[in-house]
């Protein structure tokens, strides 16, 4: 089976850093692009970074540039997401999502298209106080 496990959640304080991970297994397919979502109590899902999987662009959505940090390992089949001077409002539930779509490539923008990813993980809680 096609999985994505994320981990590294947990609770910590205002201005403090985490580091979430997401591992792929299985036989994803050829992978495009890779992102994290986050989705708080009582909200939709947002989408927080992207990435490409070949060439490593990155993309960001303005509640978190210059906070966190989007990469990729993909000997590992791995994607990382440095989280620094978190804040309240980074409270969430962050989902790792793959896609096996080449249109997540058209344009900066699609790599933080919800509706671009095909596979989803888990999600992983995160909770700043």
């Known amino acids: 089976d096609v999985q994505l496990v994320e981990s590294g959640g947990g609770l910590v304080h205002v201005g403090g850093s985490l580091r979430l991970s997401c591992v792929a297994s299985?036989?994803?397919?050829?992978?495009?692009?890779m992102g994290w979502f986050r989705q708080a109590p009582g909200k939709e899902r947002e989408a927080v970074a992207g990435?490409?999987?070949?060439?490593?662009?990155?993309y960001y959505s303005s509640n978190v540039t210059g906070r966190f940090a989007i990469s990729r390992d993909n000997a590992k089949r791995a994607m990382y997401l440095q989280m620094d001077s978190l804040k309240a409002e980074d409270t969430a539930t962050y989902y790792c999502?793959?896609?096996?779509?080449?249109?997540?490539?058209?344009?900066?923008?699609?790599?933080?298209?919800?509706?671009?990813?095909?596979?989803w993980g888990q999600g992983t809680q995160v909770t700043v106080s």
């Open positions: 999502a793959a896609s096996t779509q080449i249109r997540c490539l058209y344009g900066g923008g699609s790599a933080l298209r919800e509706r671009e990813y095909n596979i």
């Open positions: 990435i490409y999987i070949e060439g490593g662009s990155t």
């Open positions: 299985g036989d994803t397919g050829r992978r495009y692009c």
